[in-house]
């Protein structure tokens, strides 16, 4: 190999590991689940809370932290209109999610709310349209993340980028309860070979210590994949064929 070219390749896992710091490896609160999904190791997601619609995504983040400080399991999106917005909760029943929205209003915690119904989201969808459709809502939504600068407040083991959080907050907006952290995540997949990766799967690495699952990304096509790197940057798209990446690769999974 020419010099130039080895050159190049120490630079690129150089770059890498300078900008990947592992994914949070603290649990969060266990959300209450009742509908399992069939041909799949992943239940669906019931009645969630809406709340904010800011332009400012400080503000969006302001108010997920605050919910994240009341106990509450909360994520900001950026939506179609281009908007953040703010959700939480896994509730059982349209009911009980309304008697919970309710009360955080009667305390000052949250101004306006609606409630998003199991019917809403892609995997509902699949008996009709099939799992492809899910995948390709996957990457969609992923997309719509890139160049956000994701991060998870409230306590300093969640500030910065968190990437299984990233890998969470895509799967739940689109139905599928996935687990917030990345090794639990690993182990709720089903294992699939590198040359049969399709959209929407995951892909892990050992970026910390060897043979330990520490970072996600989404699989997005053509070798590629989402994910949220390190505190400082965006999310971002990067390449399996990294040197980086490819000798730090665990596997890949799937939950379709």
């Known amino acids: 190999m020419h010099w130039h070219s080895l050159i190049r390749t120490a630079l690129a896992i150089i770059l890498a590991a300078a900008t990947i710091s592992g994914c949070s490896s603290r ?7 009742t509908r399992p999904m069939p041909e799949t190791q992943l239940s669906t997601m019931d009645y969630s809370i809406q709340v904010g619609a800011f332009s400012v995504l400080g503000n969006a983040v302001r108010l997920m932290n605050s919910l994240e400080n009341m106990g509450l399991e909360a994520y900001y999106f950026r939506d179609q209109d281009g908007l953040y917005k703010v959700r939480f909760g896994n509730y ?16 000052g915690a949250i101004a306006a709310f609606f409630v998003v119904i199991p019917e809403s989201y892609a995997a509902a969808r699949i008996p009709r349209l099939g799992k492809d459709h899910v995948r390709a809502e996957i990457v969609r939504t992923a997309h719509g993340f ?9 306590t300093s083991e969640k500030s910065g980028f968190d990437c299984s959080g990233l890998t969470m907050v895509v799967y739940r907006q689109n139905g599928l309860n996935l687990p917030r952290v990345s090794s639990s995540q690993f182990q709720a997949g089903r294992p699939i070979p590198r040359n049969a990766i399709q959209n929407g799967d995951l892909v892990f690495f050992a970026t910390r210590n060897p043979r330990q699952v520490s970072h996600v990304g989404i699989y997005i096509g053509n070798g590629r994949f989402i994910h949220a790197p390190a505190p400082g940057r965006s999310v971002t798209v990067e390449q399996l064929s990294n040197p980086y990446f490819r000798s730090r690769f665990m596997g890949a999974r799937t939950y379709l």
Not at 27 to 33: L, S, Y
Not at 146 to 154: A, T, V
């Open 27 to 33: 649990p969060g609160p266990e959300p209450h689940v």
């Open 92 to 107: 059982p029943t349209y009911q009980s999610a309304r008697q919970h929205a309710h009360r955080l209003q009667g305390q």
């Open 146 to 154: 890139i160049g956000i600068p994701y991060r998870w407040g409230g």
